[in-house]
């Protein structure tokens, strides 16, 4: 029950021990055009380049920035929480000259704020993050992309932690470029990252085009190749050789990880099969069920609520409570992970997840009652049932 990864869902785990096929055996091709298919609806997006990168989410985070990014481009980031942070070092990693505008954390940004540092940084690239679980903040998208887009703008969107869980509007808010990973509200496990590109941000990588020489009819022909500065610097992580061989081309960049491809295809189908709407809507639910708890119980809860996500509440840990011990004895006596923070809020907040096959009912109150009781020996002042009868309240609206 923490933020992430989260306990997968059966489901997933039984499609991923499937046998192993070929890369171009034409189940696994099929596979593949299936899945593609699949996460267009996942991102809401007519997107045909829409793809997996093969590893964790960070991998789909440093494919779409190495790819979209050449030296001295101007990226401006907008941080709120941790993994602002982490696209603001992967793109100077990228050798790109980034801007940065922070809020607190436990804030968002407006968008007039963002407005405001476009206009004076004129970047090439904004890459944000949409939900942080480091501080659970779910920062607004609606308007942005429209807004970059008027000053030439391509917008970045990591949206590992919020997609299916939460509202995301690839098409309708103008987003060029989404990564996402499973192991969240998608309900699997980490190692492989949904990517979407919009026509925009594919003419961009285009223009930065490469064949291996291995490929070539003569692999010493400067054919279907740039001068090294302009390539993309990354081999793995070249979106343009990736769309190639998840394109009808099929050319070899890669092996698939077919397990991954599987547990990918499946997380799709399940998020589908329940609809968008009602997934986002569960996780509301039983997000509510345990902010009310966490709140019945007496405890404080961090940041802004307003703009908290549904699959996660961050709780400020009372004062004179060991919150390592608490997060040990929750793991040990009742097997109910939960997590603490990053940076300034390592060792003062818990966060508690409520996400993928974890956003039910009796984990919320199975979670509720385990921490009072953990609480309660640590000589905490927590209400006598408090959590689980706020959380039945919101589930008897």
């Known amino acids: 029950m923490g933020p992430g990864p989260i306990t997968v869902d059966p489901r997933i785990l039984s499609a991923m021990s499937a046998q192993l096929v070929g890369q171009y055996d034409p189940a696994m ?7 593609q298919a699949l996460y267009r609806e996942v991102f809401r997006t007519t997107n045909e380049a829409t793809v997996l990168v093969d590893g964790t989410s960070r991998a789909g985070i440093e494919a779409a920035l190495v790819s979209l990014l050449s030296p001295g481009d101007v990226v401006l980031v907008p941080v709120f929480g941790r993994f602002g942070h982490l696209l603001r070092e992967v793109a100077e990693r990228c050798g790109a000259e980034v801007h940065t505008i922070e809020v607190p954390w436990g804030e968002v940004f407006t968008l007039e704020a963002l407005e405001a540092a476009v206009r004076e940084v004129r970047p090439k690239l904004v890459a944000m993050v949409q939900g942080d679980t480091s501080t659970t903040m779910n920062q607004p998208l609606e ?47 980490s190692g492989s990252s949904p990517v979407s590109l919009s026509p925009r941000a594919v003419e961009v990588i285009r223009a930065r085009h490469s064949v291996e020489a291995g490929l070539r009819a003569d692999p010493e022909s400067d054919e279907d190749t740039l001068p090294s500065p302009a390539r993309i610097r990354s081999n793995y992580f070249d979106l343009g050789m990736i769309l190639d061989y998840w394109s009808e081309k099929r050319l070899n960049h890669h092996t698939e990880a077919t397990t991954m491809l ?48 549904h699959n996660v509440v961050a709780v400020l840990i009372p004062a004179g409570v060991d919150g390592d011990a608490v997060r040990a004895e929750m793991l040990n006596d009742y097997g109910i992970e939960i997590g603490t923070s990053f940076g300034p809020l390592a060792g003062k907040v818990w966060r508690i997840g409520t996400m993928g096959y974890n956003a039910r009912k009796d984990t919320v109150l199975v979670t509720l009652a385990s921490l009072e009781q953990v609480l309660r020996a640590h000589g905490a002042d927590v209400a006598p049932g408090g959590g689980t009868v706020a959380a039945q309240q919101v589930y008897a609206r």
């Open 143 to 189: 308007g942005v992309g429209a807004m970059c887009h008027r000053y030439d703008a391509l917008l970045y969107v990591d949206c590992t932690a919020s997609i299916a869980g939460n509202p995301f509007e690839m098409d309708a808010w103008e987003v060029d470029v989404a990564t996402a990973g499973l192991q969240k509200c998608l309900g699997g496990p």
């Open 29 to 35: 091709t099929a596979y593949m055009n299936e899945t």
């Open 262 to 309: 599987y547990g990918a295809r499946e997380c799709a189908r399940l998020v589908l099969e329940e609809g968008l709407e009602n997934g986002i809507a569960r996780h509301r639910l039983h997000g509510d069920a345990m902010l009310a708890g966490v709140r019945g119980l007496g405890l404080e809860v961090y940041g802004d609520v307003e703009h908290k996500m």
